[in-house]
């Protein structure tokens, strides 16, 4: 079972759940408020991806074939400080270019915006504690599934639900691995939810 809760943890890593929700919304979703332009969407998914998991992950290597990293994993909170400062840049750059270049539909950009921002929150709590990056990062989408589907009739039923589960398996996977207490879990889950709510409010 620890295998499992590995294997999930890893594939489930705050680093790819943009790229996996972009794809969703962009490549499944039939829900009109998340239309892109016909043609587009494969084009615009390319920018998520390249902007939010290229680049982070290509940071992190660096950093960890310079020592800087012990390993992926970042156990250590000082170890989280540059890779979440690189995430910032490129998370705002990429809200940034679907907000003025794109001019994209109003909930992608929020969600793109909620990314950044709970990028932002868990860099500011790290400076003073550590949590759960993984339980921070699927809070956020999963209040982001929810304000959807609340807002537009639950036409998207489907990715909250998948929101729900992976997020209950993602604390309890935390949780077994040991890799944060429940103070941790809490407060990314916490940051999550705040980070989506302001982007709903902004928006």
Known sequence: MKLFFKIFSVVFHPIFLSTFCMAYILL?????VLAAPAGKEVQWLGIVAYSTLFMPLLVIFLLWRLKFLQSFEMESTKERYVPLIACMSFYFWVFWIFHFSLQAPSWIQM??????????LSFLFTIFSKISLH????????????LLNASTGFQDIIFLVVALFIFSITWLSRKKLQAHNNPQL????????????????IY
């Open 186 to 201: 809490i407060t990314g889950g916490v940051l999550g939810i705040i980070a989506a709510l302001i982007s709903f409010l």
């Open 111 to 120: 969600f793109l915006l909620s990314s950044f921002v709970v990028m932002v």
């Open 28 to 32: 499944v979703s039939n829900n009109p």
């Open 135 to 146: 339980v921070a990062a699927i809070s956020c989408i999963a209040v982001y599934a929810f």
